[in-house]
């Protein structure tokens, strides 16, 4: 393993961690906070007041967001997200404005899985391992 990657990162940040530009972002936080119990540890707004980086915990992890504007374009994305109950997530996520991709199934690789399409267009496949082993 190259020693370049071993340095400090804060609590909930990996060596790779996800930045969105999105067309609403107090839209997407809300959505995030009611479905995923998203906690925002930190946001800073911009001279114009728009949100220039908002910081949010979901379980163990941190996903960060912006405004889209300029060079920085609205895009969407896929997330992988491991819950302890994908029925229950998967249920939250329809109540707050989510559409179906897939309805939560058991699948032939180890997990119990569901497709949701958040409001603003991202991909989310809300997971459980039901095997405690590492995929092939």
């Known amino acids: 393993m190259n020693d370049i990657f071993e340095t400090y ?5 990996g060596t790779i ?9 107090k839209e997407l936080i809300s959505f995030l906070k009611q479905v995923f119990w998203a906690k925002e540890i930190n946001q800073t707004i911009d001279k114009e007041g728009n949100i220039a980086n908002s910081i ?6 941190c996903i960060m967001l912006s405004q889209a504007r300029g060079q920085f374009l609205n895009m969407s994305t896929a997330l992988y997200l491991f819950v302890d109950d994908v029925d229950k997530i998967h ?10 991709i ?18 603003l267009g991202n991909y989310w496949w809300i997971s459980k391992r039901l095997v405690n082993e590492q995929y092939n």
């Open 56 to 61: 949010l915990k979901i379980g163990q992890s």
């Open 17 to 25: 961690n996800s930045y969105l530009f999105v067309s609403e972002p």
């Open 91 to 100: 249920q939250r996520a329809i109540d707050n404005g989510a559409e179906v």
């Open 102 to 119: 897939f309805g939560p199934e058991d699948i032939d690789y180890g997990d119990r899985q569901s497709g949701i399409k958040d409001p």
């Open 9 to 13: 990162k804060p609590e909930g940040f």
